[in-house]
């Protein structure tokens, strides 16, 4: 027996003895969908965490950022945790408190916390691959995997970057789900989303489809360059992805938050007829489907406006806003910020064949503006439905993988747009349909 041999049947060993102590959930067809995320999984996030602050930020700087977090982590958060959960009467609490369990609740009020006090230098390092990426293989050690079962893989060009998931990548595919992940365009990367990821190809293998393939863009933050260098790094990433869908028509756009703003920037710069304006991409084709998640319709906006639910904060937005537009580009151009695009005509030309779903939370931050960009589409002729969430927060389906316990719970927002995705790119949706059925809110 060679050596080879003697350590895959080591490696196969220890698989069974750690399945067997910690079952994960393998799927029918080889996925992989991890449990909930643990106390434990938080307390290993923070070891992996704190070697790389003090690496990339700096030991003071860490320091600080923890001294100035004490009085909210000691004495404000604990006390309204209880006060809100077991002291105020139920008409009082917030409408995400109402349905949220402990641990959903803890944790969206660090979010909230961090995302309105912590720097964003700070924050994109949790997000970073540098973190993200052992937390991963922690949390597939910990369910018993010592490898995916799902095929993924970095690819690297000197246009863009980022993350192929695929059921089989000998196959060709039968469709291509293309995400942009969300942060503000300040912090994020596809490998913090990848867990969420290689849960969508289960599910949309699971669904029906034989080869799913999911890439996501790895697109360049805040302040590292600005506008137009992300929708650049889209569009390339767009090409690729449909050299290897070979069908325009299989190809769904999609993302959340910042992400889901850099996807319709892509259709309004694929559709875009003003020869004065800096396009880019035009002339390839458009996408079968776009399937958005709270999508960052207008980048500045009076409208955003706090919530007692939401974790998003309506200043920091602003702030991030107009460092992603650049000094020299307005947050008002409609290829930069979609939500300000008000010619009907255009949306028509920038709707994908099948139409566009959207997902969001009634009580966030981005709902009014959310409402009304959907509202503009239908009068527009473009097919589009809206899925909104009562008494939910921002970009829930990606949160709820990590923080909801029941597997009902926290597959809830997948399943949902992997069932429009199959209904609409298996012959759902006939270009004649778009108006008659408009927006459609649960």
Known sequence: MSFTDCRGMIRNLIGRLIHN?????????????????????????CI???????????????????????????????????DERWLMSYDQKSPFVRTASPFEDFVIRCVRYAFANIPPNIGRVFFSKQVALPFLRFRMLRHGYLRSPVHWREHVTANFRGIWVMKDPLAD???????????????????????????WLSVLSSSGFKNPAIFALDYTLVPDAS??????EAIEGYRYVL?????????????????????????????????????????????????????????????????TSDYLDAEQLSTYGKQFSGNKISWSDPLVS???CHDAAWWKRASPSKGIFIAYGE?????????????????????????????????WPVASLFLSTSREKRLKGVNDLTKEIRQRLSGGLDAGENKSEGVIDF
């Open 173 to 199: 595919p039968d469709v291509v789900l293309y995400y942009a992940h969300g942060g503000g365009f300040s912090m994020g990367s596809a490998y913090f989303y990848l867990e969420f990821l290689l849960t």
């Open 227 to 232: 506008y137009p260098t992300q929708i650049h």
């Open 48 to 82: 992996f965490l704190a070697p790389q602050l003090i690496w990339n930020v700096g030991l003071i700087a860490t320091i600080k950022c923890v001294l100035e977090a004490l009085p909210f982590v000691l004495f404000k958060l604990p006390t309204q945790f209880i």
């Open 243 to 307: 050299k290897v869908a070979r069908d325009p028509a299989i190809v769904c756009v999609s993302g959340d938050s910042a992400g889901a703003t850099l996807m319709l920037s892509l259709l309004l710069h694929l559709s875009c007829k003003d020869p004065k304006a800096k396009r880019y991409g035009v002339g390839l084709p458009m996408p079968g489907l776009a399937v958005l998640i709270s999508p960052w319709t207008t980048l500045v906006s009076p409208r955003h406006t706090n919530t």
């Open 363 to 395: 009580e966030e931050v981005f709902a009014p503006e959310v409402h009304d960009l959907t509202a503009r589409l239908n009068k527009a002729g473009v097919w589009v439905r809206s899925e909104v969430a009562p008494g939910g927060i921002h970009a």
């Open 21 to 45: 102590i910690m079952p994960g959930h393998r799927t029918r067809d080889g996925g992989m969908i991890l449990g909930p995320v643990s106390y434990l999984d938080c307390i290993v996030f």
């Open 338 to 340: 979609p939500g300000c």
